[in-house]
DNA sequence: CGATAATGTGAATAAGCATTCACATTAAGT
DNA sequence: ACTTAATGTGAATGCTTATTCACATTATCG
């Protein structure tokens, strides 16, 4: 019975579709004829696999916080200091959002939560779980002294956020001519400066990062 | 003649009913006869004064930059030093926001800009004169030493805007659970001390900020 | 091979909504 | 008060799009 893997597969593909639509038209221009024709298909087959639109449109929801998970698992196993591990999601989750930019248009959208409490309490999960996951790392840089113990790691989690989601806006608004990654680069300098104990501060500052050595003295 | 009066008025009265509607019910439910009814009139009479709903998009638009200029000024002419301008900025744009949450909506909203790209320069040019803004308060805060040479006065901007933009987006998300100016009071100090002039660092951190007294030494 | 369930097709349905139009009402200027 | 242009009204139009349905095709299993 390879049947049940199949329809998996094409599930998979029509979600993977719908994202390259919401990518290429926005939201606005998801329609089942789009993503139909990417798969190469007819509309009225995608009934086939989802009972209409809006179960589409929690396909890609879960596609996201799928490759979400995988990144910040990927990263929480890196053999690194705690916060060397969020720069690496930080980068990870960059390039995530350049390869699937439908990412912060969907979750950012109100449009996908408009009279629909239940999906908008799961998209706020999500969002919630990542952050506590920085959180996590934050704490742990806390732990080992890297990251300063009066900050509040909820609060890092949040501003680790905004590193990176006016870039990824920027980045749409000017068709790309805005440099996120560089944006990203130079900004986790002071975001670092920030949170990391006085005592490690140096002068210079710039790309210097201290590594996790860096104990209390 | 005061016709013409009477008709601005009219224009703006649909603009912000617009708003009001966005507030509701999101960008997609944004539809004439919702706007009509908060305006006393019928979806027709709005024909009258915009030629059709994309008008009043950019109705919308233009009021919302209206009011972000408007508090850029406000904070500008503020008798502060550059740093506290910029946080008493910060107040003002989450109170403004909190008001009209219709803003961080449509400006942030891809569905605004697709298949509208005059539109999307426009929005982008607003974007960028409120960072360039930002960057001009951070700059005189460099040139009166409060905040530290070795960071880029653009990149300081955006994350400013990273300072907020995810708190109003957790708002939103949470149905106000999320307490946006607590984070922002809490980030800021982090903020403060990633960009503040080593000097200047202090131990216990949190709520003192250097006032701009501070040249450098 | 033949039965059968899954998947795909094309045409038809229907609902939502912006927009238009012919006509009514209001208010400004003389 | 009368003319006229602006504004408001209600019904009608038409386009876009999701969705459905009867029928065709495919592939799996006995």
């Given amino acids: 019975m390879a049947r049940k893997l199949q329809t998996e597969i094409r599930k998979e593909q029509i ?4 994202l390259g639509v919401v990518h290429a038209h926005g939201l606005r221009g998801l329609r089942m004829e789009r993503v139909a024709q990417r798969v190469g298909i007819v509309p009225s087959a995608l009934y086939r696999h989802f009972s209409g639109k809006q179960a ?8 996201i916080r799928g490759k979400l998970e995988g990144i910040v698992a990927a990263a929480s196993d890196e053999p690194l200091p705690p916060m060397d591990r ?18 912060p248009r969907l979750l950012f959208s109100d449009e996908v939560c408009v009279g629909n409490s239940a999906r908008k309490a799961r998209i706020y999960e999500t969002i919630s779980r990542y952050l506590e996951a920085v959180a996590g790392l934050v704490r742990q840089g806390q732990a080992d002294g890297s990251v300063r113990d009066d900050v509040d790691a909820d609060t890092v989690a949040v501003m680790y956020l905004g590193l990176f989601q006016p870039a990824a806006i920027l980045m749409f608004m000017s068709d790309g001519g ?40």
Same sequence: chains 1, 2.
Avoid: C
């Avoid at 560089?182 to 500052?205: C, L, M, N, Q």
């Avoid at 210097?208 to 104990?215: E, L, M, Q």
């Fill in 15 to 18: 979600a993977e579709a719908a």
């Fill in 56 to 63: 589409v449109i929690d396909a890609m929801l879960d596609l």
């Fill in 86 to 103: 969020l720069r690496h999601l930080l980068r990870q989750h960059l390039a995530l959002v350049q390869h699937f930019q439908a990412i």
């Fill in 178 to 217: 805005f440099d996120a990654a560089r944006h990203i680069d130079r900004a986790w300098g002071a975001f670092y400066e920030g949170i990391a104990p006085p005592s490690s501060k140096v002068t210079t500052h710039s790309h210097n990062r201290p590594h996790a050595g860096a104990k209390r003295p």
